[in-house]
């Protein structure tokens, strides 16, 4: 059984930094992609980093591109997002999803969130 469970959340000042981390278990396929998405109420989820397990690849949505950073600790089962130079606008609620490849459409098994609320 696949699961995924989401921490790390809070209230962070702008220019802040906060770590995400999504511990997962169940996984029992060697190649597979683990994302992190955010949405805020009444949009749709937007991918914003994922990394694959075949080769460590990343991928990073521009607004975030140069400011989170997206990881993986297998041993531990557990993939972070290092969130550096926080801006309310990253203010939402984020998932980690897991899926065959980084495609939000690919995404099979998600789990519940955490909350990160950037403001003074």
């Known amino acids: 059984q696949v699961q995924l469970v989401e921490s790390g959340g809070g209230l962070v000042q702008p220019g802040g930094s906060l770590r995400l981390s999504c511990a997962f278990s169940?996984?029992?396929?060697?190649?597979?992609?683990i994302a992190w998405f955010r949405q805020v109420p009444g949009k749709e989820a937007e991918g914003i980093a994922c990394?694959?397990?075949?080769?460590?690849?990343?991928y990073y949505l521009e607004p975030v591109k140069g400011r989170f950073t997206i990881s993986r600790d297998n041993a531990k089962n557990t993939v972070y997002l290092q969130m550096n130079s926080l801006k309310p606008e990253d203010t939402a609620d984020y998932y980690c999803?897991?899926?065959?490849?980084?495609?939000?459409?690919?995404?099979?098994?998600w789990g519940n969130g955490t909350l990160v609320t950037v403001s003074s």
């Open positions: 990394i694959r397990s075949s080769d460590d690849n990343t």
């Open positions: 999803a897991t899926g065959p490849y980084c495609d939000y459409y690919a995404m099979d098994y």
């Open positions: 169940g996984l029992t396929w060697d190649y597979y992609a």
